[in-house]
């Protein structure tokens, strides 16, 4: 049973700084169980805790976990230069939180996109060794035919890769669009492994990571959601 003050608290959850978390909760913003509670220093169990603040219900969490379906013109990097950041789409906390995207979609790429502020797990998910594969929907500028299927599943040679790269499944979906698996997250991956067996992507959605897919979050573009531990056993 971890028990910590509440402005720790607050500010734990990305609500701002101690001095700031210690003003919201003197002035009565914050209650638990239907009481306000106005005593920065008194302690609260951890475990399970709702709190309201700013008339909104909130459940602590030591970490966050976030799919969010990333619309087109949104730059996933930290300090987005052309386009809004993806942070623009998710609540202020978050950002105070320290919230990062795994692995980046390119700003008009869209689809399932991954962000969380646990380090460890963020690292583990990005780690080349762990072979998570993703699933993109791409559509082409030319017909797809059996030619390029069998390149991009046999392997092809970027220009800055030592050794060429394969698709792990690739199927027609229709004449000018494919369903491509990679597991690797390189720069421009898909596209550039579209260009390089002769094709060229034109529009480009990544559908599932690992078994979690887009469908199942039924998420529209833009909208978010916590992932949930059995989500996170599907990665
Ligand atoms: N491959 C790409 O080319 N772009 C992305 O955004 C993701 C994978």
């Known amino acids: 049973m971890k028990k910590i003050t509440l ?3 607050l500010q734990s ?3 701002g700084s101690r001095k700031y978390c210690r003003q919201l ?3 009565g913003e914050l209650s638990i169980d239907g009481q306000v509670v106005t005593d ?3 302690e609260v169990d951890l475990s399970d805790l709702h709190f309201r603040l700013f008339d909104e219900e909130w459940l602590y969490r030591e970490h966050i976990y976030i799919a969010l379906n990333k619309p087109s013109g949104i730059e996933c990097s930290r300090k987005p230069s052309n386009h809004p950041g993806v942070m623009t789409l998710l609540p202020e906390q978050f950002s105070w939180r320290d919230v990062q995207a795994i692995g980046r979609l390119d700003h008009d790429t869209t ?3 991954l962000l969380s502020d646990d380090g460890a797990f963020n690292h583990a998910m990005s780690s080349p060794k762990r072979h998570v594969p993703k699933l993109y929907l791409a559509n ?3 017909p797809v035919t059996q030619e390029l299927i069998d390149s991009l599943l046999k392997g092809v040679q970027l ?7 394969a698709a792990v499944s690739c199927v027609a979906r229709g004449e000018q669009q494919i369903e491509i698996v990679v597991e690797q997250g390189k720069y421009h991956q898909v596209k550039r492994m579209l260009a390089a067996a002769g094709n060229h992507c034109q529009a480009l959605e ?11 979050l039924e998420l529209n573009e833009g909208e978010w959601c916590y992932l949930q531990a059995s989500d996170l056993e599907f990665l």
């Open 7 to 9: 402005d720790r608290m």
């Open 13 to 15: 959850q990305g609500f």
């Open 25 to 27: 909760i003197a002035e």
């Open 40 to 42: 920065y220093k008194q």
């Open 111 to 113: 689809g399932l996109l």
């Open 140 to 142: 082409t500028a030319e």
């Open 159 to 165: 220009h800055d890769e030592p050794h060429p790269l």
């Open 206 to 216: 990544r559908i599932a990571i690992g078994r979690l897919t887009l469908e199942a």
